[in-house]
């Protein structure tokens, strides 16, 4: 398997512009989950899905984001509109039931 | 309010020596506590997993301890190697029914140097 595989790698967009961050999870996995990073404020949770159902999304920070997973093996991310606080790694990670997570190598948001 | 705690912030150490890093939470209630190594530029990935019963698991040359008592963890590194040299986040599940209540630590920077 390729692990979890995030698209784009990097991403550099102006303000107000839309941005769309892809996840695809390890086939099999029922949980998936979307992480941003800060130096700040590290690892936080936006959202989860779980058999593609979003869980709990008590972390998105506002209406700007908003996630889906219209089948098992995709999910997006989107931010519109973008600002430069956006500006952070966005993790992916998938489970199979509450076992171990396996992330995503991540992307790299930068909002100018 | 449920915390995780990770000292040092970073730590600078030679090649082939081993170190200590600590972690304190306050997370309850309790279900598990991860430990996961992340290189630069890369996602966290998972070396140690440990439920309430479990008080040390190894992992190669990484080896975990958990005191449920004192709340505290700590992860050993033997013989270090500049592969080493990455964060470490320590992760405090407190319910193991729900995949979302996951609190992180801010991870301590490990940098090997030959």
């Given at each position: ?13 102006e ?31 936006l ?16 209406d700007r ?13 989107k ?24 992330f ?6 930068t909002?100018? | 309010?449920?915390q ?25 209630p ?17 070396l ?67």
């Amino acid at each position: 398997d390729a692990g979890v595989i995030q698209s784009p790698r990097h991403e550099v967009t102006e303000m107000g512009q839309e941005v769309t961050l892809r996840c695809k999870p390890i086939s099999g996995h029922d949980y998936l989950f979307w992480y941003r990073q800060t130096m700040m404020r590290g690892l936080e949770l936006l959202i989860y899905f779980n058999n593609n159902v979003p869980i709990d999304d008590s972390g998105m920070p506002e209406d700007r984001f908003s996630a889906k997973m219209p089948n098992a093996s995709f999910s997006t991310l989107k931010i519109q509109p973008s600002e430069p606080r956006d500006s952070a790694v966005y993790f992916c990670a998938s489970s199979l039931g509450r076992g171990g997570y396996t992330f995503g190598s991540g992307t790299r948001l930068t909002v100018v | 309010k449920n915390q995780v705690e990770q000292s040092p912030q970073s730590l600078i150490i030679l090649e082939g020596k081993n170190c200590t890093l600590q972690c304190n939470y306050t997370v309850s209630p309790f279900s598990n506590l991860r430990w996961y190594k992340q290189d630069t530029g890369r996602g966290p990935v998972s070396l140690t997993i440990m439920t309430f019963s479990e008080n040390t698991k190894s992992n190669g040359r990484y080896t975990a301890t958990l005191d449920a008592d004192t709340k505290q963890s700590s992860l050993h590194i033997t013989a270090s190697q500049l592969s080493d040299s990455a964060s470490y986040i320590c992760v405090v599940s407190s319910d193991w029914g729900s995949q979302g209540n996951l609190i992180f630590g801010k991870g301590t920077k490990l940098s090997v140097k030959p």
